[in-house]
């Protein structure tokens, strides 16, 4: 099923990255976020299944964006190389894939955020 | 009677100076031969060789010394010597002391020193001596003082011990004060603080008090620290834990503390006494450090995330393997060279000159006037720094290859300008502008390094990224918001 995805990723070759393996994974990359204010505009306004959300955005935590897409009952999970030390309450349960990862890595995070 | 068979019974045995005294010549003295030694002298000195404590008698108005193997000890270097020999004679360093001991004893009275200082010579050097001596005179048969009996207890060992103690206390009293640490005194089960030196540092407690774990320790400190007070105690060993405290400002500091277990001789916690240090300085360097830690492991794998991704971009449908390497090559050395933007503490801004100063240089084809890079002082942030180097580099290598720096005199021109745009907002409008190169046609095929600059710097930058390929050399133009693609 292709998934209509938000990439929130304050690097712009990770980005291009996330988007290629995205793409390759058979979804479409709706939107790209690399600023805290503009991922919770796209989170506001988009319409999305899903959402990746890197923890530090050029200094300011994106826990924000989640408390929208929370609200919104999109699902999403954070891609971070902090790994789950850096999720803070009250998302420390959330789904956290480390970076660098494996394209198979994103497939199953996708996989279970989605189910 | 004859003399052998008296000298048999007096003094019956008496140990060494039983033995000295019944071989020793007393006609030379003024006592005279021991047949005809008086009864009452007779009476004492079998006394005295029978007892364990020092004595020596003191007999006639010279005082002729007779003493007892206790007092031969005490002696020392003197012994046999003084054996016959009148006290002022045996010890002419005290000469003075028992002449006086003599006239009062012999006069019917009695002295009593306690501790008493002297300084005696008895192994031939001078040495300070304390002592507990009686004197009693000692009847004669006419009833009337015929010597003196002395009890010569010395007292040097505890004298000694007892200064000893005092340094040693004064010792423990100066360390106490030298130190810089929180000294603090506990009832054996912890429960009562005897005493706190807070130095500062911590509220001092002068009298005991049961509340000092809610005085110096906030409620959630409190289990650890009892936890490894209990365990403490159960092995009686060293107490040692760096916890965090109240200060005695109230707010909190860090403490390294360390208690030790006085035990009495059945091995019975008596008290602890413990020490602790300010240790909140070095504490807050440690927490520091670990967020600087923190930090630095996020960038390592950001850094390996972008080297992935610039790896799965270039080498992605390659043709030429060198090729992609020598390109992979160029783009991880400008992604290091825009690491060094980054090294310097976060948010600290950076200027957009020097950026593409550093990103452009490494590439720019030889002879004059190559490049020209021009523009009003602007400082970027960190990130947008690092994705504008990554970009420059793309153009730059595409310049050297197949643009402006590809034939001999082509030229680059790298300008930019802010200007005012409704509703009062300031944009940055940065070209790159390729002229004098190969007459240029668009790309069949646009690569990571077109994506990079139209998609990647565009959305970084929250602005617009055009590239045109004018047959008179490559253009490109940045126009975007100053400050809107920051926080």
């Not at chain 2, 052998?4 to 140990?15: E, M, R, S, W």
């Not at chain 2, 774990?213 to 400190?221: G, K, S, T």
């Not at chain 2, 600290?348 to 002082?377: F, K, M, N, T, Y």
Request: hydrophobic letters at 45%; aromatic letters at 8%.
């Amino acid at each position: 099923m292709t998934l209509r995805i938000l990439i929130v990723e304050d690097e712009m070759t990770i980005a291009l990255l996330m988007e290629d393996m995205l793409v390759e994974l058979g979804h479409d990359v709706v939107g790209i976020a690399m600023r805290l204010p503009q991922a919770l505009e796209l989170a506001r306004i988009l319409s999305i299944d899903l959402a990746i959300i890197d923890v530090n955005l050029d200094g300011l935590v994106s826990f924000p964006v989640a408390d929208v897409l929370h609200d919104r009952h999109v699902p999403f999970f954070f891609a971070t190389g902090y790994g789950a030390a850096g999720i803070e309450l009250p998302y420390k349960d959330r789904l956290v894939v480390k970076k660098p990862f494996y394209l198979k890595e994103l497939q199953s995070a996708i996989t279970r955020a989605t189910t | 009677m004859s003399d052998a068979i008296f000298l048999t019974t007096f003094p019956g045995d008496g140990g060494e100076l039983g033995a000295l005294i019944r071989s020793f010549d007393w006609s030379k003295t003024s006592l005279g031969p021991l047949k005809r030694w008086p009864q009452s002298l007779k009476t004492v000195t079998g006394m005295l060789l029978l007892s364990p404590v020092p004595m020596v008698l003191l007999w006639g108005r010279d005082g002729v010394m007779i003493y007892n193997d206790a007092y031969s000890e005490f002696a020392g270097g003197r012994h046999p010597r003084i054996l016959g020999t009148k006290v002022r004679e045996g010890w002419p360093e005290v000469a003075d002391f028992n002449d006086n001991v003599m006239r009062v004893g012999l006069a019917g009275g009695t002295l009593a020193y306690r501790d008493q200082k002297l300084t005696l010579h008895r192994h031939g050097r001078p040495e300070q001596v304390w002592m507990n001596l009686d004197y009693s005179p000692v009847l004669d048969e006419s009833g009337t003082p015929g010597g003196v009996i002395a009890i010569v207890v010395e007292t040097s060992a505890q004298i000694r011990a007892v200064a000893q103690l005092r340094e040693s206390e004064a010792r423990f009293r100066a360390l106490v004060n030298a130190t810089s640490d929180v000294i603090y005194r506990m009832s054996p089960d912890w429960t009562e603080m005897q005493a706190l030196d807070g130095r500062g540092f911590l509220a001092d407690s002068a009298g005991p008090t049961v509340r000092w774990m809610d005085i110096n320790l906030f409620p959630e400190d409190q289990p650890g620290v009892q936890a490894a007070i209990d365990e403490a105690i159960r092995e009686k060993s060293v107490f040692q834990l760096e916890h965090r405290v109240r200060r005695a400002d109230g707010t909190p500091g860090w403490a390294f503390s360390r208690a030790v277990p006085l035990l009495d001789a059945e091995g019975n916690i008596m008290e602890w006494f413990g020490a602790a240090s300010d240790v909140s300085e070095r504490h807050r360097a440690e927490q520091h450090l670990q967020l600087v830690i923190n930090e630095l492991n996020h960038r390592v794998k950001n850094n390996l995330t972008m080297t992935q991704a610039i790896a799965a971009q270039t080498f992605r449908g390659a043709e030429d393997v060198a090729q992609a390497q020598a390109k992979f090559s160029a783009r991880i050395m400008a992604l290091a060279q825009a690491n060094d933007l980054l090294t310097g503490e976060r948010g600290v801004d950076v200027a957009l000159r020097g950026v593409l100063e550093q990103a452009v240089s490494p590439h720019v084809a030889e002879g004059p006037d190559r490049c020209r890079i021009e523009g009003p002082d602007l400082q970027l942030s960190p990130k947008t720094a690092l994705s504008l180097t990554m970009a420059m580099h793309e153009l730059a290598v595409n310049a050297l290859k197949y643009g402006a720096w590809s034939t001999c005199a082509g030229k680059v021109e790298l300008t930019w300008k802010t200007y005012e745009a409704p509703p009062g907002t300031t944009r940055l409008r940065l070209e790159w502008r390729e002229t004098g190169g190969p007459y240029v046609s668009p790309p069949a095929r646009r690569g990571f390094g077109s994506r990079l600059i139209e998609r990647g710097l565009a959305t970084e930058m929250a602005g617009t990224v055009t590239m045109t390929f004018d047959p008179q050399g490559l253009v490109c133009v940045v126009d975007a918001p100053l400050r809107a693609h920051g926080r």
